[in-house]
């Protein structure tokens, strides 16, 4: 079975600070890894994917996320935050021949202006 | 163009009676999924749709949950006999199946469902 850890649930950081969410994993076989972003009030929207390849993924607002093999991590990073990246940041996992995904508990993110 | 609806937005019900929650998928998505979440948790798998046919339903916690989508469109997911636990918010979302096996899923905005 598979299962996702994030380690923060709860960040505060003020604008123009550096950013990294930790995404942990549990799973032996070929995995896809994405990162879903949920603003106040608006849907669950995908930030970005690693389905194999490069493992430094870019995705969307300037968000970017390395998948270590070796170390079942998927962590989300952004060099500098904007008060309009407060949200609720999710990591999730697919697996080949398994379309649903899992989804960790999440990582509330706050920036202060 | 028009995203995943889902209706109602919110429902209040009494303990022990039947829900019935609707999705609508994006036009032309043949992959069309169920989650659930509860308060401070993510998204929690319940069951998945290719076409009109359940190709994955592991995720239904009991026999009181049941999903259909008879024209491979609309879906609506039924709770009997609902429970204080049931209290969640209930995702759906759809995906395209052209192109790769794992296609971006895009989220409805979910219906609260509250079990007095």
């Known amino acids: 079975a598979q299962s996702v850890s994030q380690h923060n649930h709860h960040v505060i950081l003020s604008e123009a600070a550096s950013l990294e969410l930790g995404c942990n994993y549990s799973?032996?076989?070929?995995?896809?890894l994405f990162w879903y972003v949920q603003y106040p009030g608006q849907h669950l929207q995908l930030l970005l994917k690693y389905f194999s390849g490069d493992p430094l993924v870019k995705g969307i607002k300037g968000f970017e996320a390395e998948f270590i093999k070796s170390k079942f991590s998927f962590n989300l990073r952004k060099p500098s935050v904007q008060w309009s990246d407060t949200a609720e940041y999710f990591c999730a996992v697919g697996s080949t021949g398994r379309r649903a995904l899992t989804f960790g508990s999440g990582t509330r993110l706050q920036v202060q202006p | 163009g028009a995203g995943v609806s889902q209706t109602p937005s919110n429902k209040v019900t009494e303990k022990g009676k039947y829900v019935e929650l609707r999705c609508d998928p994006i036009?032309?998505?043949?992959?069309l999924y169920w989650y659930r979440q509860s308060l401070g948790q993510g998204p929690e798998f319940l069951i998945y749709?290719?076409?009109?046919?359940?190709?994955?339903d592991s995720g239904l916690p009991n026999d009181r949950f049941f999903a259909v989508r008879p024209e491979g469109s609309v879906s609506t997911l039924k709770i009997q006999r609902t429970e204080r636990g049931d209290s969640a918010v209930y995702l759906c979302?759809?995906?395209?199946?052209?192109?790769?096996?794992?296609?971006?899923?895009?989220f409805g905005p979910g219906t609260r469902l509250t079990v007095l």
């Open positions: 036009s032309g998505h043949t992959a």
């Open positions: 979302a759809s995906s395209s199946t052209s192109g790769g096996p794992y296609n971006e899923q895009f």
């Open positions: 749709f290719q076409g009109t046919g359940a190709a994955d």
């Open positions: 799973y032996g076989g070929t995995v896809n």
